[in-house]
């Protein structure tokens, strides 16, 4: 009985506060603001989010309203925070907006029956604002992305995430993010010598399996139309440098065959999300023939040394 109140409650939200606006249009350029001079009714729209995310949490096996929130969810970043695309809200409210969303995405994760129903596409939507276009809300999520990762909260494949912080032009925040990296695979290295792990569970945790979600990742970012195009083929370039550096330099077991043997297996197979499209694939295979680049220059250099 409860539980179906709450279901009433929370569809009335979506309906009557999320997608309306009920006061008057705001305009201006600011992009960014303190959470306290936002509007109440844009406030209202982000304590609704959490609150039925923190409402799922706590049932953790939701699957089917779970699969609409995720949706919403998605549809808020898509949007870029302009939920009822009518431009009523300020860009600075739409920041909050997108923010909120892709936090109360990252506390869903954390549930492993939850995390299992997202779809690449709501993956990738996710893992692309940690490169939005206003910088407060890159760094607030690549902190709640931390937070998540370094309590092994969320899953090997959102450590991928951090790579696209290769993108980022502030040299500050890199560095950050390194420093996230660094202490996560850290951890989860330590994690793995602590405890007998099976195969499956070695997969899940072994931060070098992080690789091929990034390249996945990497391969479908939006700028990155052609699998020749050189520019985004060295932004793409600075990414892996990114994640790959600490995978390798704190290694005490690395191991250049591993590596090597993981892009060439992945060379063999096709793009799970378009397997029939040959520009997919060929981009997929680029990213490939990047990143083992990058360990052939890391055994070089080690030769040498």
């Known amino acids: 009985m409860f539980t179906t109140d709450l279901k009433t409650i929370l569809q009335s939200f979506v309906k009557e506060v999320l997608f309306k606006d009920k006061e008057l249009p705001r305009g201006g350029t600011e992009i960014?603001?303190?959470?306290?001079?936002?509007?109440?009714?844009?406030?209202?729209?982000?304590?609704?989010?959490?609150?039925?995310?923190?409402?799922?949490?706590?049932l953790k096996d939701m699957v089917q309203p779970l699969a609409s929130t995720l949706r919403l969810l998605t549809?808020?970043?898509e949007r870029r925070g302009d939920i009822s695309m009518n431009q009523h809200t300020a860009p600075f409210e739409n920041s909050w907006l997108r923010l909120s969303a892709a936090k109360c995405m990252l506390k869903l994760c954390q549930e492993a029956t939850y995390v299992a129903s997202m779809t690449l596409t709501q993956f990738q939507n996710l893992a692309f604002v940690?490169?939005?276009?206003?910088?407060?809300?890159r760094d607030r999520f690549a902190q709640k992305l931390n937070?998540?990762?370094?309590?092994?909260?969320?899953?090997?494949?959102?450590?991928?995430?951090?790579?696209?912080?290769?993108?980022?032009e502030r040299k500050e925040f890199r560095a950050e993010v390194k420093r996230y990296l660094t202490n996560n695979i850290t951890k989860r290295r330590e994690y793995v010598k602590d405890h007998v792990l099976s195969n499956d569970d070695?997969?899940?945790?072994?931060?070098?399996?992080?690789l091929p979600y990034a390249i996945h990742l990497l391969a479908h970012l939006p700028f990155f139309t052609t699998y020749n195009d050189v520019p985004s083929l060295l932004k793409i370039k600075d990414c892996l440098s990114l994640l790959m550096e600490p995978l390798i330099?704190?290694?005490?077991?690395?191991s250049f065959s591993f590596f090597k043997r993981l892009l060439e297996n992945i060379k063999q197979t096709k793009d799970k999300q378009a397997?029939?499209?040959?520009?997919?694939?060929?981009?997929?295979?680029?990213?490939?023939d990047l990143a083992l680049s990058l360990i052939i220059s890391k055994k070089n250099i080690s030769l040498k040394d």
Do not use: Q
Request: net charge negative; aromatic share 12%; with cysteine.
């Open 130 to 137: 940690i490169h939005d276009p206003c910088l407060e809300v």
């Open 249 to 254: 330099s704190k290694n005490e077991n690395y």
């Open 275 to 288: 397997p029939d499209d040959s520009d997919a694939n060929l981009k997929l295979y680029a990213v490939c």
């Open 147 to 168: 937070k998540g990762l370094s309590t092994l909260k969320l899953p090997l494949e959102f450590l991928a995430i951090f790579a696209l912080a290769g993108l980022d």
């Open 32 to 58: 960014w603001a303190p959470f306290d001079s936002l509007p109440d009714e844009t406030k209202v729209k982000i304590e609704g989010m959490k609150f039925m995310v923190r409402w799922l949490a706590g």
């Open 75 to 77: 549809l808020v970043i």
């Open 202 to 210: 070695l997969l899940a945790y072994l931060p070098d399996y992080s």
